[in-house]
DNA sequence: GTCTATACTAGGATAGAC
DNA sequence: GTCTATCCTAGTATAGAC
C-alpha cells in the first residue's frame, strides 16, 4: 500500500523546501524525491507554488500538532513550557515552517506566507495563555507582559536553530533554551 | 571616483545573498546588480563559491564592527545590552548574516561556513562578557550561567526576524527583544 | 492518472576580442 | 581589466502517448 502520487509529491516537496528554501527545491529534484514522473505532477498540481503552497500547509499543520499536544499535558505552566521547549528536535535540520521566513518568493506572496504566519500565531497564542496562567498561579512575576515573553521564547527557539547551524552543533540551541528557562524560573515572585 | 568593480561584485553579492541566499543568487543577477560585465568577474574570482566567501566576508567583519560599537559605550550591562538590542536594525530584511545559516550550500562547507560562525562567537563572547559584568556588580541575578544567557539573548535577535517576517512586521521582533530585557531585569537580586 | 518526449529560459562558466 | 559571444546543463512547463 504505498501512498498515492498525490501524497508522495506533497511530502518530497516538503522535505526538499525544509532542507533548500523555495528557489533551492526544483521540479526535477520533487520528482525524483518523490520517486513520481513529470506528468503526475502536473495532474496533480497547476505548478511549483501550488504544490509548495500544499506542502507548507502540511508543514504549519504538523507544526500546529505538535503545539497543542505539548501543551495538553498537565502541569503547571513552567512544566508545559519547559515540555514544548525540550520536545524532541532535529536541531541541526531546523524548523519546516520557520525555514521559509528567510524566502524572498514566499515572503512576499501572502498566500505563500500565510502557513507560515498562522503556525506561528497559533504557538503565541499557546505561548501566552500559559504564561498567563503562570503568571495568574504565582509561577511568574506580575509584572511581566505576556505577549513579550511569548514572543521572546518563541525568538529563541527560531534563533537557537540558527545559532546551533552556524557552529554545526546542537549546543548553542540547547544553552539558548535553558538560557530563557533560567530566566523565568528566576523571575518568580520571592515567594518561591 | 566610482567604486572598482570588485568592490561592487563584493557589495552586489553580499545584498543578494542577504535577500535570497546562496542558491537564490546567481551570476547573472550578480552583473546586474554591480553594474558589471562576465568577464570582469570571473577575472577577479575563481566563481561563484570565491565571490560569495568574499561578500560573506564583508557582512561578517560589519557585523563584528557593529557589535564593537555598541558594546564600547560607557553604562551598566543592562545599558549596553539594551543599547545593542535596540540598534536601529532593517527588520524585514532581517540578519545579512544571520540568513546565511538557512543555506545547505554555506552550512555544508566549513570554508564558506567560517565567516557566520565567527562573527555568531564574537557577539557570544561580547554578551557573555558583559552578562558577567553585570552579575558582578549586582545587576544581574548571581545563579544565572553566563553562556546560557548569551545564547538566549543572540537567539531573541535572529528569531525575532524570523517572527517578523513571518508577520511582515516589526512589532513581534521588537516584543521579544522588550521581553527577554524584561526578565533580564526582573531577574535582578531584590536588593532593586 | 502516469509516463516519456519535447521546448524554452536561465544558471554557471569559458574563450577570445578590445 | 573589461566586454561580448558562446557553451552546456538544469529549471520549469507543455503535449501527447499509454
Not at 87 to 98: A, F, I, K, N, Q
Not at 118 to 126: N, P, S, T
Not at 139 to 167: C, K, M, P, T
Request: a negative charge; one cysteine or more; proline letters at 4%.
Amino acid at each position: 500500500m504505498k501512498p498515492n502520487a498525490r501524497e508522495r509529491l506533497i511530502e518530497g516537496t516538503r522535505q526538499l523546501l525544509w532542507e533548500r528554501g523555495y528557489v533551492g527545491t526544483s521540479p526535477t529534484a520533487i520528482l525524483a524525491r518523490s520517486g513520481v514522473g513529470q506528468g503526475s505532477m502536473y495532474h496533480h498540481f497547476d505548478g511549483k507554488p501550488d504544490l509548495v503552497l500544499a506542502a507548507e500547509q502540511r508543514s504549519a499543520e504538523l507544526m500546529q500538532q505538535q503545539i497543542a499536544e505539548a501543551f495538553a499535558v498537565e502541569g503547571t505552566a513552567l512544566e508545559r513550557i519547559t515540555g514544548y521547549l525540550g520536545r524532541e528536535r532535529d536541531v541541526l535540520r531546523g524548523c519546516s515552517v520557520g525555514r521559509l521566513t528567510a524566502d524572498p518568493e514566499v515572503m512576499a506572496d501572502d498566500t505563500l506566507r500565510a502557513p507560515i504566519r498562522e503556525a506561528f500565531e497559533v504557538l503565541h497564542e499557546h505561548l501566552r495563555r500559559t504564561i498567563a496562567e503562570g503568571v495568574a498561579a504565582g509561577e511568574f512575576a506580575g509584572d511581566l507582559d505576556v505577549d513579550e515573553i511569548a514572543s521572546a521564547i518563541a525568538a529563541v527557539i527560531q534563533g537557537g536553530y540558527a545559532l546551533a547551524r552556524a557552529a554545526q552543533a546542537v549546543e548553542p540551541f540547547d544553552r539558548a533554551i535553558r538560557g530563557v528557562l533560567s530566566l523565568l524560573r528566576v523571575s518568580a515572585p520571592r515567594a518561591n
